[in-house]
């Protein structure tokens, strides 16, 4: 119990020691309704089945698109390639040597299901660092020596520009769409 409480997110960190009081309450309540009037413990029983069944119809329709995968009519590497838009990038990456030095420029934040030994990610610390060092992007990516760049639209222009004159080789691309918004990743091998 207490590394559940100390292993998850703020929000469910409090929730989660209130919890048995709060169904301690609710189950008094209910039994309070139930064993009172016969005509008021009827409505509270049917308001608390509607409630109920509420709930149900709508963890069902949020979960309408899982079910297959669940149900096992769709493997689990098939939901994810459909559905987490990281998870075809990070497919290919896991299958190169391990040795491999991985740059990811795609300001791809998810790192689910990364395998590798060395990946570097161009977020807020890495250009807090070559801030503090003084050393530019392109710098770090030729002292980086990185045999695959992970790229997508919004990476930053001198990545592109890096892997232009550097005569890296499209290796691996794919788009996905999440929420209406289009991703296209390209991963590049160096020659």
């Known amino acids: 119990y207490t590394l559940i409480v100390f292993k998850t997110a703020a929000q469910v960190r409090y929730f989660l020691p209130a919890l ?3 169904a301690l309450l609710a189950g008094f309540s209910l039994a309070r309704l139930l064993n009172g009037d016969k005509a008021v413990a ?4 049917a308001l608390f ?3 109920i069944a509420l709930h149900a119809g709508i963890f069902v329709y949020k979960a309408r698109d899982r079910w297959e995968a669940v149900l096992g009519a769709e493997t689990a590497e098939h939901y994810l390639i459909r559905k987490e838009r990281s998870y075809s990038a990070y497919r290919y990456l896991n299958g190169t040597p391990k040795n491999s030095r991985i740059f990811n420029a795609a300001t791809e934040p998810r790192r689910f299901y990364n395998q590798n030994r060395f990946m570097a990610m161009d977020d807020a ?3 807090l660092f070559l801030a503090d060092e003084k050393r530019s992007l392109p ?4 002292e980086g020596d990185f045999d695959f760049i992970w790229v997508s639209p919004f990476s930053d222009p001198q990545v592109h520009d890096f892997i232009r004159e550097r005569a890296y080789q499209k290796a691996f691309s794919y788009d996905f769409e999440e929420g209406g918004t289009p991703f296209h990743y390209r991963i590049y091998k160096r020659p």
């Open 49 to 51: 089945a509607a409630v």
């Open 139 to 142: 710098e770090y990516l030729r």
């Open 20 to 22: 048995p009081f709060l």
């Open 125 to 127: 610390n890495l250009r």
């Open 42 to 45: 009827r409505l509270g029983g």
